[in-house]
Structures are given as structure tokens and as C-alpha cells.
């Protein structure tokens, strides 16, 4: 063997051992962040009538000065952008529209994402639905549904186990009245990894939206009016997105209807009024 083999052999072993590093070298995926949120109504929810659904709106922007602020009424018209959706968004305060078209956000309202529950025959109708902005800009183009989620995987409907018919006695999950909605949220499905891990709350509201009997046109029911929401002034609240806090909960919300005439006949107000929340934010 030369000396003039060495070096070859040399820079022949250098290169191999790179690619064998490389070989070897393990891409770690993001953990999966989800967000565990319960939101309970006063009695149950109200399973056999389809004028109801029940509305948990998130803003996943990461600016702690904006959220989700319920307003109402608003039009009828089908398909003017809004139609049938509870948070308003406008350029005016309170401004109440009466034909909506997109227009810049009102400033400090600001939602992304709303997930809305309502029952077709008894049976759990569970929608995501989106805003989507014009390219490059705050003015939003249109809503729609993006997903069903799925039942058992996304959310259960459940019994809080708060007291019922005896008083003091707590009734465990499903054996009482099914009060509450449990969303099991990923979160790495609606924001990108860079984003999401910077994002230290998010801001969340909870409405109820009633389709009164005087709103259907023609025969096409398109009318829904909210009927109540949290506070005076619309506040939405923050929940945490931090694995080392323990579940967070709300026990006694202010909630203020608006349009109790317009609940449907065997639904009581309480079937409508969100009473309390918890949330629990999980890495793995």
C-alpha cells in the first residue's frame, strides 16, 4: 500500500462515518398540543329539538387583545356573508347590520374558529367552521364549514356530574342529564407547529343560537337569533395553554338572554344558558 493510499483510505472512512451520522440522526416530531374544554348548560341540552345550537367560538391569533364578541340580531338573508352566524363582525359598535357584507374586522373581534353543535333527529350534528380573509388582508372573504368532527374522538356529550334530583348527591358522568359538551382539541390540525408553539392562551366564547318561528322565508328556515351570551359587555375569556397548570374552571357565568320568547315550546331557559366551563391544556 503507497502513502499515497492513506489519504483516500482516510477521507473514504471520514465519509462514511457522516453518512452512517446521518443515517442515524432521528428528526424528533412537535408534540401533539391538545386542548381539553367543557362547556355545561344550566339543565341539558336539548338533544330532540334542531332550532338549537350550541357555539363554542376560539380565537387562536395569539393576541390576548382580541377574541370572539357575540351581537345580534342579524340578517336573514340568505347567502349574505354571516347569515347564520353569532359573532358579528363589523366596523361599528355594536353596529347591527341589516344586509352583511365583508368589511374590515372590528377591531378587538376577532375570531378563527367555531364550533358549532346542533341534533337532526335525536342525533349529534358537530361542524367546524373558519373565517377565511382576503389574501394579505383583515376583510373577510366568506365563513363556511370545513369538517364534521367526529363523536368519541373529537367530543363527547356527557353528564357534569353536578347534583340532580336529590339534592347533595352528585350524579356521576352518564348517570344523569346529558349538560355538557367535552371538545378534545389538537390543535397542530388548525395552527402551524411555528405558531402554535408560541401561543401561550387562547380566547374563547360560548353562545346559544335559537331559530325563532318567524324565520323562515319561503319555506327555507335561515334565521337564527342569539339568545344569550356572557356579560353585559360581551367579554370573552382566556384559557391557558400552559402542561403545568392543573384544569381550569368557571363554576357561575354571567349569562344574560336575550330573546327568551323565541325558545321553542318544551325547552327551558336553562336548556340554553351556558352555566360553566373547564379546561385542561395536555403535550405528549
Known amino acids: 500500500m503507497t502513502s499515497r493510499t492513506f489519504p483516500l483510505l482516510a477521507a473514504g472512512l471520514l465519509a ?29 341540552l336539548a338533544q330532540q329539538n334542531q332550532d338549537i345550537r350550541y357555539i363554542v367560538a376560539l380565537d387562536l391569533s395569539g393576541n390576548p387583545d382580541d377574541g370572539p364578541k357575540p351581537y ?3 340578517p336573514l338573508e340568505k347567502p349574505a356573508v354571516g347569515w ?65 368532527l367526529s363523536q368519541g374522538q373529537d367530543f363527547r356529550l356527557i353528564n357534569s356530574g ?3 334530583s336529590a339534592p347533595g348527591t352528585p350524579a356521576g358522568p352518564g348517570s344523569g342529564p346529558v349538560d355538557t359538551i367535552e371538545l378534545t382539541l389538537v390543535l397542530n390540525r388548525f395552527i402551524p407547529e411555528d405558531d402554535l408553539k408560541n401561543l401561550k392562551q387562547l380566547e374563547a366564547n360560548l353562545v346559544t343560537a335559537v331559530r325563532p318561528p318567524d324565520a323562515a322565508i319561503n319555506g327555507d328556515p335561515t ?9 353585559a359587555n360581551n367579554t370573552y375569556f382566556s384559557l391557558a395553554l400552559n402542561k403545568d397548570l392543573p384544569l381550569e374552571r368557571r363554576d357561575a357565568l354571567d349569562a ?5 320568547q323565541n325558545i321553542p315550546p318544551g325547552i327551558t331557559q336553562d336548556d340554553v344558558t351556558f352555566k360553566a366551563y373547564a379546561s385542561e391544556y395536555k403535550e405528549q
Not at 457522516?18 to 339543565?43: I, Y
Not at 344574560?256 to 327568551?260: F, I, S, V
Request: with cysteine.
Open 256 to 260: 344574560t338572554p336575550l330573546y327568551p
Open 16 to 44: 462514511a462515518g457522516a453518512l452512517g451520522a446521518c443515517a442515524n440522526a432521528v428528526t424528533v416530531p412537535p408534540p401533539q398540543r391538545t386542548l381539553l374544554f367543557r362547556a355545561t348548560v344550566a339543565r341539558q
Open 223 to 231: 334565521g337564527w337569533k342569539l339568545d344569550q351570551w356572557f356579560s
Open 162 to 164: 353536578v347534583p340532580t
Open 84 to 148: 347564520d352566524l353569532p359573532f358579528y363582525v363589523t366596523d361599528k359598535t355594536p353596529g347591527i347590520n341589516l344586509v352583511y357584507v365583508s368589511q374590515p374586522v372590528e377591531p378587538g373581534n376577532v375570531w378563527t374558529h367555531m364550533f358549532v353543535l346542533n341534533f337532526v333527529g335525536g342525533a349529534p350534528v358537530f361542524q367546524q367552521w373558519e373565517q377565511v380573509f382576503k389574501a394579505g388582508t383583515r376583510t373577510r372573504d366568506r365563513i363556511e364549514p370545513r369538517q364534521n
Open 72 to 74: 345580534g340580531p342579524w
